[in-house]
């Protein structure tokens, strides 16, 4: 009985250690404290302050009377309104504001963004509309409204105030996105839409724990995988092969660690 004791004994106090070894990896790296950005308030990863942002994603400037937001390597700089605790950035892209104030037809096409190393960024809250080319004679679903006015570029646009996503489309038409405004006062279509750009940046919880908990930097690889970057430490590939950690249940957890991990390790001492 005594050996088979000590050997679950052996293998708990393993787990303990290496959780609170992976614990004590402490928090975000040294060099990407939070920052302060004048009236967005203190912010973080995934944003930075510096060029080439090490500490983010995106970079900020804050020096600017206007803070800026540079959404990709060499991009366009935007006026950034505000950015929210759930990691929304709303931003001035000048063009757009020009295009839906004036009622333009160039206003209909998606926007072009940048994808995060967590997946594209996402549009919050938008509007979606059909754009169908002006050869279709009758739209399907009849509670749909129409905006003709770009019938002279042989496109009419087909939207509903509730928003509905449809599930299939004539083949004339393809579907597009925008910025919705929360707080419509009128509904006519260029109302619903808003000027200001909200983008969701997501961040996924393995970047999330990669930079808060283990004080490295989450980037893709060149195959488009995460790899958590630690300065003194190197590369730390464990973060997309341990499937033990994505275990919630912490009971759970433990015989993961047992019956996955610790065979492995065997194996590699054996
Ligand atoms: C931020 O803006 C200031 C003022 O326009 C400029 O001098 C500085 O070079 C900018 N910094 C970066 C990192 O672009
Ligand atoms: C951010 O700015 C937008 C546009 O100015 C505004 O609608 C929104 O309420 C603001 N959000 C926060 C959290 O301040
Ligand atoms: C529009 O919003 C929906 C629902 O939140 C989201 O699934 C979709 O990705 C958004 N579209 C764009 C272009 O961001
Ligand atoms: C929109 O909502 C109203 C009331 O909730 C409903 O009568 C109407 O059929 C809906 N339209 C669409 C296109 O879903
Ligand atoms: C619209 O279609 C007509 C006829 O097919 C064509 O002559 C015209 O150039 C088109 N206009 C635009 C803006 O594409
Ligand atoms: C806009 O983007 C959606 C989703 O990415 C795509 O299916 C659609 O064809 C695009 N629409 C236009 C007009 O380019
Ligand atoms: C980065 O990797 C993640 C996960 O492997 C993937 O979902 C994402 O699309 C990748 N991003 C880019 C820009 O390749």
Not at 85 to 105: G, M, P, W, Y
Not at 131 to 142: E, I, N
Request: some cysteine; glycine content about 4%; overall charge neutral.
């Amino acid at each position: 009985m005594a050996p088979a004791y000590s050997l679950v004994f052996f293998l708990l106090s393993n787990i303990v250690i290496l959780h609170s070894a992976e614990e004590e990896w402490g928090q975000h790296p040294k060099e990407c404290s939070p920052f302060d950005c004048g009236k967005l308030g203190k912010l973080s990863f995934p944003f930075s302050n510096t060029t080439p942002p090490i500490c983010g994603w995106y970079t900020i400037n804050c020096s600017e009377a206007v803070q800026k937001v540079q959404l990709e390597k060499s991009g366009k700089w935007y006026a950034v309104e505000n950015i929210s605790q759930a990691n929304i950035v709303t931003i001035r892209d000048e063009v757009f504001h020009k295009r839906l104030k004036s009622h333009d037809c160039e206003t209909f096409n998606n926007l072009t963004l940048p994808r995060s190393p967590s997946g594209p960024l996402k549009i919050t809250p938008n509007l979606t509309m059909y754009r169908c080319d002006s050869s279709l004679k009758r739209f399907p679903h009849t509670d749909f409204r129409n905006y003709k006015g770009c019938n002279h570029y042989n496109f009419s646009i087909y939207y509903s105030i509730n928003d509905s996503l449809l599930l299939t489309l004539p083949p004339q038409c393809s579907i597009i996105q925008l910025p919705k405004n929360p707080y419509p006062i009128h509904t006519d279509l260029f109302s619903l839409l808003a000027a200001d750009i909200s983008l969701e940046v997501f961040v996924h919880p393995d970047c999330h724990r990669c930079h808060f908990k283990k004080g490295g930097h989450c980037h893709n690889n060149t195959k488009g995988e995460f790899q958590c970057h630690h300065p003194t430490r190197g590369i730390d590939m464990e973060i997309d092969t341990n499937i033990c950690r994505q275990v919630s249940n912490n009971y759970i957890k433990i015989l993961c660690f047992i019956f996955i991990i610790f065979p492995s390790l065997q194996l590699l001492i054996l």
